[in-house]
């Protein structure tokens, strides 16, 4: 009999990251705790993450693609959007020709992967194809009657931006089904949900669906956070938390902050994620995790190592020293903690979560910067604010703070 794997951790606390399709038949989730999906499914196999092996089968993938054509709307490393129309106009392959194609050229470049393909007249119905095709095959649906066919008992929650919370109104008013939701009047589902939810809904009930495929688009904001590992204690920490691991309820405390000016300045960067941290005034030992998120960027126009659209600061998009930001905030830093850089980054705001009292319990606290900071950054400083610091701006933080 095949046995079920899914990728995660081999603790018993660690979730499921991913979980194949003989997992998911023994009711084994993404997300779920390792421990409850192997009271699910005894014969669980449990493998570790290959993140290199990963990239590579992705950027196969992505290389394979844009051999075809360059009309590709990127969804994860391995889901994307292609517009063929051209290169099936171009070639006069059937869409099932091409999707035969594609599939086998992805299984022999990436050493065995096999891929699902749904085509469709537009995005949605070609993701709906997608999910019908999977684990390993392809479905062409471009007949008006095999939509509305595929449509007619489709649970509502499978059209995009429909949440639990959205799914249980909807069910409440009798619309359970696209089928179902179809019958509705705007006007009405208006009134209950507002009409641009009440429009887009019944559009995707429909079938119709009029985004294009964006080759690109431009980052409006950029973001990381991290909770602390609750399962860890330093062996020098100086002070007990109230519970050891922190559990319980956590509140999180928001603030943000906006610049006068765009900059991608890493000196005044640090000046305000100060004045933030100070103002929120959190005990370290009462720490959750970390965030930090800046939002309302703008292209800079002088330059990836300069100053933003306005002025920015002078400096040059100068490095921040995260070690002596984190042991201004941590009164219990230790020293000769690794050091980062912060550059080409514009500050918004942050945001904080101490833990209630419930329980007896206190956990940590999270930054969080979300408002409406403005901020410059060019495309490469950009990027490398993405792949290089924000990753690691929580983390040398976190060192400071672990207990």
């Known amino acids: 009999s095949e046995k079920a794997s899914c990728g995660s951790l081999h603790q018993s606390w660690s979730e499921v990251a991913s979980c194949s399709y003989a997992a998911r038949a ?18 669980l196999i449990t493998v570790p ?39 099936l106009r171009e070639t006069g392959a ?11 050229e992805v299984q022999e470049r990436t050493g065995g992967c096999t891929a699902s393909c749904g085509l469709g007249p537009n995005l949605l119905v070609a993701r ?8 390993d095959g392809q479905r062409v649906l471009l007949d008006p009657a095999g939509i509305a066919e595929l449509l007619r008992d489709l649970p509502v929650r499978e059209l995009p931006g429909v949440g639990r919370a959205l799914e249980a109104r909807l069910t409440s008013l009798g619309f359970g089904t696209c ?8 006007s009405a589902l208006g009134r209950e949900l507002g009409p641009r939810v009440a429009q887009t ?8 669906d009029d985004r294009p495929v964006l080759a690109e688009r431009e980052r409006k904001s950029i973001s990381a956070e991290i909770n602390y590992g609750a399962m860890m204690r330093r062996s020098d920490a100086p002070q007990e938390t109230a519970k050891f691991g922190g559990h ?6 928001n603030k943000s902050v906006a610049l006068p000016l765009d900059t991608d300045d890493a000196r005044l960067l640090l000046q305000e994620c100060m004045i933030i941290v100070r103002q929120l005034r959190l005990a370290p030992q009462d720490m959750r995790g970390l965030g930090i998120h800046m939002t309302r960027l703008v292209p800079a126009t002088t330059g990836s190592g300069g100053s933003g659209s306005s002025g920015g600061g002078g400096g040059g998009g100068r490095s921040m020293d995260i070690s002596r930001f984190a042991k201004k905030v941590n009164p219990f830093a230790a020293s000769g903690s690794a050091a980062s850089s912060l550059s080409g980054a514009t500050s918004s705001s942050m945001s904080g979560a101490t833990s209630g009292s419930m329980s007896g319990a206190t956990s940590f606290y999270v930054w ?7 901020g410059a950054t060019s495309g490469s400083m950009r990027r490398h604010f993405q792949r290089s610091i924000v990753p690691h701006f929580p983390f040398y933080v976190w060192r400071h703070f672990r207990f």
């Not at 089968?57 to 063929?84: M, N, W």
């Not at 089928?179 to 009047?185: D, F, M, P, S, W």
């Open 128 to 135: 709906l194809a997608t999910k019908q095709a999977k684990p």
């Open 201 to 208: 809904l019944l559009d995707a009930a429909n079938g119709r």
């Open 179 to 186: 089928g179902l939701l179809r019958g509705a009047q705007v």
């Open 49 to 87: 993450y290959e993140f290199e092996a990963y990239e590579a089968a992705s950027s196969q993938l992505y290389r394979l693609l844009g051999e075809f054509t360059h009309s590709l709307q990127a969804v994860s490393c391995d889901e994307l959007f292609v517009d063929c129309g051209e290169l």
């Open 248 to 253: 319980g309820v956590c509140n999180t405390v």
């Open 94 to 104: 059937s869409p099932a020709q091409l999707a035969c194609l594609v599939r086998k």
């Open 26 to 43: 023994c009711g084994v989730r993404n997300g779920m705790l390792l421990g409850r999906a192997r009271e699910l499914c005894p014969e």
């Open 368 to 374: 969080r910067t979300s408002g409406s900071m403005s």
